[in-house]
Structures are given as C-alpha cells and as structure tokens.
C-alpha cells in the first residue's frame, strides 16, 4: 500500500498542534494531525479547574522561561493574547478575567477544546487519535512516517506532543527523541509550576497545618512571587510555590515572608506598648491563620502576654514571619506538575518560523521547546503562538 501525501505532518493534537493545524488548514494545506491519546487535548479540559485558564491578557517576553529569554518575541509578537480572545468571541464563548490578568471560560474549557476541533475541521484536517507514531525517516527532502493506521509522507513534519508533566494524561518523551535523532539539542527537562516537598521536622509541621493557605512572597535568587501558599500533607503549594518551583534549584534554600504588608518586629513591639496585656497569640492572628500561629508559637516555645516577651523573642517571631528561610528536599515531579521546563534548545530552532535550523522542515512547537511560561494562562498562550507561527509555513 502506498503512503498517503500530506503537505504537513503533526505529531500532538493539544493546544499547539491543533492551532497549527488550523492555521496551515487555512492556507490550503493539506494537514494530517496524529496523538496517541483517546481524548483530544486532555491538558486544555483538565486546565483552570476544568474551565482552561486560555490566555493572559498581560503576556509579555518576561512571563516566560529559557535559556534564551528573546526567542519567545518573534511568536508572542505575531500571534498576540488579543488574537486568541477574537477567536474565542467569535465562537460566542464567554469568558471573564479571574485575577492578575488571567482569562477563563463562564462555563467550560471544552468549549475550547470544540472551538479548536471545529475550526481544524473547517480547514480540512485530518485528525486521528489513538495513533501511534512508530518510525519517522527523512529522506530526498521528504518526511516518511510509518504508524500504526498507516504510513504517509510530507514535506513539513511538525512535533507538538508536549513535555512529562501529568503522564496519567497521555504525557511522553517522544519529542525530546526525534529532536535528538535529527540532531538537535535538549535542554535536560524538568518538572516546573510543581509544588514543593520537605523532609523531616519541616514535613511534620507542613502535615499540621494542611489545608492552611495564606498570602505570601515567595523568592529564589532574584526572582520572587506574592500569591497564595498552601500547606499540603507532603509540603507547600499554591499559585507562589508554583511560581518558583520553575526557578528554584535542587539543593538551594527559599525565601519567604508570610506578612509581605508588614514589619512584623515594628508591630509586635508597637502591640507592646499599646496593648501589654495582649497575649502574643491573639496579636499575631490578627494577620495570620490561627492554626499556623499556634505553629509558629509552639515552634519557638512561646507564649504568653506580650508585655513579658523580650526584644530577642519579639525578633526570632519576625524573622520566622517576614523572613522564613526554608530547604525543600524535592519537587512532586511529574504527577502533578503543570509543565516541563526545559526541552529542544531554541538555538537549534528559527524563532520566526519555529523550523529546525540544521533540518529542513522538521518544526517543533509548545511546551516541547525550552519555552516555559509563568502560571496564569502564559503556556496557553506559547501553544496559541508558536503554532500559528508554523503553522503560517509549514
């Protein structure tokens, strides 16, 4: 049986390979769009809490990751958050801004989901799921892929199957291998927007208090984030912990501050004076949980009123509060992250095309490529760019 001719080839029917699909629909192409999984783009319906988080409306070059900060303009710049919002009115699906610029669906992500589907669809691609890609050769300035629904040969060969995060949906390293077979690099991938696990007395005191968030600043290095923390049975998590797991370093302690809004030292030996009788307890839960001040007091063996507490004790309870210097042992990994950081090294790609430079027509798009978005919807956004971006040449 002789192969099938296709234009273009994409391997990853999620977010990026479906708008590139589209897009090189759109121009005429013909496209065929494979995935191994069942289900079409199991990251968008599981994302937001069910309601995909799709863009951000603040998007810029500095709300992304890699070893080149400056490959991500090209695409961000020519397929934009307000591109991606038109097409999502155009569909008639409401959306609303949750907080910090972030956009999701009123009713469901599989609105998304079917947006993209139908407008691939319209364009005359032809997507099968539950495909495996079995051999990929290139030969005579033409792609020869063998799976098994069949075999079929392209000019254009496009991989958007992702990075490892969240394997129980299908996650591979696939990518990662046919960039290596064409010789292009990989930046060692590894689990990012994850949260963190501790070990010891610190795990025993995060098990105490799970379930209890609070605001705070998160930092590593020079990067730091102010959102919410949350104590879990194995650590901390939350929109800060996520934040800077992507940066954080095996090995490497953290910062962070509970109060970002205050001085806790001033207010505690403020309350000294103005409110002596005030056990210490009462005056703290006044800007913290109550259960992570009994923590926090039980920690240091403290208690009592205020007025009896010494200027060295008033200072170690600031410390802990604005300055809380903490060692995870480890990230939850894969299971739960929400991308992979790292991946096919940018300087091996065009950023204006997203083509390999050494490979003619072999293209590499969204979380796959060492392009990693902050949380909020910016890897939404990376997927919606870079596939339009191949998708406008392939």
């Known amino acids: 049986m002789r192969d ?62 890699s070893q080149n900060p400056h490959f991500c303009k090209s695409a961000l710049k020519q397929y934009t958050q307000t591109d991606f919002i ?9 959306w609303h801004e949750k907080k910090l610029g972030q956009l999701f669906c009123d009713n469901s992500a599989q609105e998304i989901i079917d947006m993209l589907v139908n407008e ?31 075999a079929a040969t392209c000019t254009s060969f496009v991989v958007a199957c992702g990075g490892l995060s969240i394997p129980k949906i299908g996650a591979s390293p696939m990518g990662y291998k046919i960039a290596k077979q064409f010789g292009l690099e990989v930046i060692d991938p590894e689990p990012a927007l994850v949260p963190l696990t501790f070990s010891g007395a610190l795990l025993d005191q995060c098990k105490s208090l799970s379930g209890v968030s609070v605001d705070a600043l998160v930092s590593f290095e020079k990067n730091a984030f102010r959102e919410g923390l949350l104590f879990t049975h194995r650590g901390l998590s939350g929109p800060s912990i996520l934040q800077i797991s992507s940066y954080w370093q095996e090995g490497q302690p953290l910062k ?29 839960s006044g800007f913290l ?39 995870p042992a480890g ?3 894969y299971r ?27 293209y590499f798009i969204g979380e796959v490529v060492d392009v990693t978005g902050h949380l909020g919807g910016y890897n939404f956004q990376w997927a919606w760019s870079s596939g339009y971006v191949a998708g406008q040449h392939i």
Not at 339 to 358: F, N, P
């Open 4 to 65: 099938l001719q296709y234009d273009a080839v994409i391997i990853g029917a999620g977010a990026a390979g479906l708008m590139c699909a589209i897009e090189a629909g759109k121009r005429g192409r013909t496209v065929w769009l494979v995935d191994h999984t069942k289900k079409t783009a199991e990251k968008i319906r599981i994302s937001g809490g069910g309601r995909c988080n799709f863009t951000n409306i603040g998007t810029s070059p500095a709300n992304f990751i």
């Open 289 to 327: 949980p109550a259960r992570l001040v009994e923590s926090i007091l039980e920690e240091f063996a403290v208690a009592g009123r205020i007025a009896d507490l010494s200027d060295k004790k008033l200072q170690t309870l600031a410390t802990r509060i604005n300055d809380w210097k903490i060692l």
């Open 120 to 150: 691939a669809k319209s364009a005359g691609v032809r997507l099968d799921m539950e495909t495996n890609v079995e051999t990929i050769k290139y030969k005579d300035g033409s792609y020869h892929i063998v799976t098994d629904k069949g």
């Open 86 to 94: 038109a097409m999502v009115e155009k569909h008639g699906i409401k």
């Open 336 to 362: 739960t992250a929400e991308v992979t950081r790292g991946g096919v090294d940018t300087d091996a790609l065009s950023s204006k095309t997203m083509e390999a430079k050494t490979q003619k027509g072999l």
């Open 331 to 333: 990230t939850e990994g």
């Open 256 to 284: 962070i501050n509970l109060a970002p809004d205050l001085d806790v030292l001033s207010h505690l030996k403020s309350a000294r004076h103005g409110k002596a009788k005030q056990d210490i307890s009462t005056i703290l």
